[in-house]
């Protein structure tokens, strides 16, 4: 009796082994559609168990913690998670094991401002625009590399950041300022960091055609060495904005306002960057092209390009080309 007894306690063992482990790997999802589950910092093993099944993670709360007993030697990583499709119980525990957070991926193009990148992150709805704005208006992150800097701008560089739930906009500036000295370093920048990094935003605003920018960056460089103003629109608009009065459009007092950005009033570079450059706009800062341009305007066609002149009067006759094929593209679509 006794030897069918323990025969009898094997078999059910080994059932109920089966059924455990049928019952780790069965998929479940009691949600529909996306869930987002924060997994608090300093949660205990029974609270994430409750957690995951009151949000239809898993199926039973003693899932999670028979995987934890299992594996009591693995830590469990706080954070946002998404769940969007059925897992079992080994799966879940798996995720969290390994991090696997959930990331917002933040996109700045070249030639975002601060104010635009505050505008951009605060969409994602992680911290404020203020938040970002203050973070960036504290200079500690680049001052050994640009004491001269007034904010971060032009030392946020433009790529995509993935993002927690737990980034702060603190952070989110050393990813960005860290990113900018990677790329510097590479392109062997040296040590006339700020200028360099004022001339590229200019750059970076005025052509999005990359194979210009080492001619736009040669035409700044001659209005430099010749003492003339860069009469530079972008520069104008960025002072507009930083007064609180852009409006959308240049207007003629813009154009007459006494400001250290106003490249029409001010003779040299503006004080600092006015936007955020990139790789290419960085290295013609650094590598201008060798001509002896001193003007450019965009040319008629619409393609984005410009002509570039070395005289006055070569310039006026771009500029006659431009309006009259401005006016040309008007009446055309007038007619149609």
């Known amino acids: 009796m006794d030897g069918r007894r323990w025969a009898l306690a094997a078999v059910a063992a080994l059932y109920l082994a089966a059924a455990l482990g049928a019952d780790f790997q069965r998929r479940y999802a009691g949600f529909q559609g996306e869930l987002l589950l924060e997994i ?6 029974r609270q994430i168990a409750r957690l995951l099944e009151h949000n239809g993670v898993i199926r039973r709360e003693w899932h999670f913690l028979a995987a934890r007993v299992l594996r009591r030697n693995e830590t469990l990583q706080a954070g946002e998670y998404k769940f969007d499709r059925p897992a079992s119980p080994w799966e879940v525990y ?26 951009m992150a605060a969409r ?32 946020l560089f433009p790529a995509t950041y993935p993002l927690t739930r737990r980034t702060t906009a603190e952070e989110l500036c050393r990813m960005m300022t860290a990113k900018f000295r990677e790329v510097w370093a590479e392109l062997g920048g040296g040590s ?24 736009i960056a040669s035409v700044f460089w001659n209005r430099l060495k010749r003492g003339m103003p860069l ?16 409006r959308g459009a240049i207007y ?37 092209a060798d001509t002896d341009f001193t003007y450019f305007v965009a040319k008629a066609d619409g393609s984005g390009g410009h002509t570039f002149s070395a005289s006055l009067e070569a310039h006026n006759r771009a500029v006659w080309r431009l309006r009259n094929g401005t006016r040309q593209a008007l009446r055309q679509n007038q007619d149609r």
């Open 252 to 288: 003629r007092s813009d154009l007459d306002r006494a400001h250290p950005y106003n490249t029409y009033r001010v003779t040299g570079l503006p004080p600092g960057p006015i936007a955020n450059p990139g790789r290419e706009s960085l290295e013609a800062a650094l590598r201008p």
């Open 40 to 45: 608090p910092r300093g949660a205990t093993s």
């Open 94 to 119: 798996d995720r969290l094991v390994r991090g696997d957070v959930h990331f917002y991926l933040l996109r700045v193009p070249e030639g975002a401002n601060m104010f635009e990148i505050a505008q």
């Open 192 to 215: 006339r960091v700020h200028s360099t990094v004022t001339l590229a935003s200019l750059i970076e605003k005025e052509t999005a055609v990359a194979e210009e920018r080492p001619l």
């Open 124 to 155: 994602l709805g992680l911290f404020g625009e203020q938040e970002f704005l203050a973070a960036a208006r504290s200079t500690e992150l680049i001052r050994d590399l640009a004491p001269e800097a007034a904010t971060l701008e032009g030392y």
């Open 231 to 246: 009469q530079c629109d972008p520069t104008t608009i960025y002072a507009a904005m930083l007064d609180g009065r852009w």
